[in-house]
């Protein structure tokens, strides 16, 4: 189970951090990653890490201003966001792949949460 928390309305400008916590299965070996769905409807990878941690993907669009971490004693996946755009609003999900997952497609991850609001609008 992946469960999504964190999500909020903000100003342009401002921060806010993701949580996904863990349970259930051994999550720790599994790459992980941030999808957003934008209001568009179309999903698309925002960052990605590896099982161990020695990898890591952004999308071109939150370059240096997102950074993606998990602390697996924790079993819990971060997604630190700052310097927020309008257009970084949508529904943040947390996903997790057996996969080597760095290309972050949603297509070649398997297991889901249930997804958590980020508006940023002034």
């Known amino acids: 189970q992946l469960v999504e928390s964190g999500g909020g309305m903000v100003q342009p400008g401002a921060s806010l951090r993701l949580s996904c916590a863990w349970s259930g299965r051994e999550w720790d070996i599994y790459d992980m990653g941030w999808f957003r769905q934008g209001p568009g409807g179309v999903r698309e990878g925002v960052a990605c890490?590896?099982?161990?941690?020695?990898?890591?993907y952004y999308a071109d669009s939150v370059k240096g201003r997102f950074t993606i971490a998990r602390d697996n004693a924790k079993n819990t996946l971060y997604l630190e966001m700052n310097s927020l755009r309008p257009e970084d609003t949508g529904l943040y999900y947390c996903?997790?792949?057996?996969?080597?997952?760095?290309?972050?497609?949603?297509?070649?991850?398997?297991?889901w949460g249930q997804g958590t609001q980020v508006t940023v609008s002034s």
């Open positions: 890490i590896r099982s161990t941690e020695d990898g890591t």
């Open positions: 996903a997790a792949t057996v996969l080597w997952g760095l290309r972050c497609k949603d297509t070649e991850y398997d297991y």
